[in-house]
T-cell receptor
Framework: SQQGEEDPQALSIQEGENATMNCSYK?????LQWYRQNSGRGLVHLIL?????REKHSGRLRVTLDTSKKSSSLLITASRAADTASYFC???????????FGTGTRLTVIP | DGGITQSPKYLFRKEGQNVTLSCEQN?????MYWYRQDPGQGLRLIYY???????QKGDIAEGYSVSREKKESFPLTVTSAQKNPTAFYLC?????????FGEGSRLTVL
């Protein structure tokens, strides 16, 4: 099945810096979601942005959505070592019964 | 506390054996899902169920079977027909397409 693509695949930054990861997709969507996965654990929902929204904030997270470019970005500000995890975008496509997950960005925040 | 419980966390199987992974939720969600995750990869959908006594194949259903006899439970059986079953299996339940995941079951075939 067609999945979203996250970019970059891996990102390493110093604590306190901002982290930006991107997601591109191929078909029309109802909404796009971001999830976080700590190593060897389940995924945790972070934020959902609907197709008619352009930007959304939640704490240190900022998500943007550009439906004309079929892309989204997740910005984590003032990163902490505890933010080290893999981050996945998931698209809720029109007419589909389930979410489609990307391949993830592995973020490492160095203390 | 409400949530999703997967068991066992680790499972070892000999080739040719069937194994069943348990998934229980007390979130009162109608929809439940099984995903497979391989190292460094995203999630691939195995099966999903939107209501009791009904389920649908996902992208990689071959070699797997499920049942949904109760709203709370969605067990996954990995059969001997699954050619490469070693993987991390994640169960989720959802409402309005927001998914809540269990902690996963890691299956290793010896």
């Amino acid at each position: 099945s067609q999945q979203g693509e996250e970019d970059p695949q891996a990102l390493s930054i110093q604590e306190g810096e901002n982290a930006t990861m991107n997601c591109s997709y191929k078909t029309s969507i109802n909404n796009l979601q971001w999830y976080r996965q700590n190593s060897g654990r389940g995924l945790v929902h972070l934020i959902l942005i609907r197709s008619n929204e352009r930007e959304k904030h939640s704490g240190r997270l900022r998500v943007t959505l550009d439906t004309s470019k079929k892309s989204s970005s997740l910005l984590i500000t003032a990163s902490r070592a505890a933010d080290t995890a893999s981050y996945f975008c998931a698209t809720d496509r029109a007419g589909a019964n389930n979410l489609f997950f990307g391949t993830g960005t592995r973020l490492t925040v160095i203390p | 506390d409400g949530g999703i419980t997967q068991s066992p966390k680790y499972l070892f199987r000999k080739e040719g054996q069937n194994v069943t992974l348990s998934c229980e939720q007390n979130l009162n969600h109608d929809a439940m899902y099984w995903y497979r995750q391989d190292p460094g990869q995203g999630l691939r959908l195995i099966y999903y169920s939107q209501i009791v006594n009904d389920f649908q194949k996902g992208d990689i259903a071959e070699g797997y079977s499920v049942s949904r006899e109760k709203k709370e439970s969605f067990p996954l059986t990995v059969t001997s027909a699954q050619k490469n079953p070693t993987a991390f299996y994640l169960c989720a339940s959802g409402i309005a397409r927001e998914l809540f995941f269990g902690e996963g079951s890691r299956l290793t075939v010896l």
